[in-house]
């Protein structure tokens, strides 16, 4: 990711704790941006795709822990960066988890967000945020906590209140879904597909079906492209 790597190529990432984060797929970006690191913790509430992440940072300094966001049990002052990357949105309570996260990092350490937004997008960017949207509903059909994207202010009004010593912030546009590609298309209806059969035996499923039919059908006729992210990037 070029803005990370334009921030972080020059400064190590020293002890480095990532909140939310699934399979370590941040982790990675992070290792790729900074100069180097010491280790790395990823914590998520759920253990898997852990095994996903272990085998790729397999013999690496990189430990994965099951541990709710909003009550961190580390220490105070024990990291130098901390992380979460597109995990607002699952978080149940958002202030109480950046105040964790906040004590935890050491005073000058590095407080990172990547989060996607909504708001100001192009009609192929809204195709995304239907999607994403539409797994919002899933998971909670299935009692998982998960919420619709924050608009950009909103996030960086989370910043604000961290009382962070200074933060800059980019928007990040990924390049890498060309709307007009079919096989790209193709993935996401299948992507539909496969968050609905999650859900067959669940009485949200028939409305759903529906909802699911309707968003397949926008990417046939206006196209699919990522959402805006939003990076910020911190010191306490």
Known sequence: MDILKSKLKELSGGKILDVATQGGSFVDDMKSAFKDYDKAIGIDISDKKFDEGRQKFAGEPVEFIV????????????????????????????????????RVLKPGGLFIIYEVCSGDLTEKQKSDELRHHFKVKVDRAKGESHNYTLEKQEILNYADNLGLA???????????CDPEE????AEREKD???????????????????????????FRDIGYECATNLIVIGRK
């Open 67 to 102: 541990m709710d966001g909003c009550n961190l049990t580390f220490d105070d002052e024990s990291f130098d960066t901390v992380s979460i990357s597109n995990g607002m949105h699952h978080m149940p309570d958002i202030g109480k988890a950046f105040a964790e996260m906040y």
């Open 192 to 218: 539909i597909d496969d968050m609905l059969d999650s859900i067959k035996d669940y009485p949200e499923y028939e409305v759903l079906k529906i909802e699911a039919k309707q968003i397949k059908q926008r």
């Open 166 to 176: 200074s933060y800059e912030h980019f928007d990040f546009h990924c390049t890498e």
């Open 182 to 185: 079919q096989d790209k298309i």
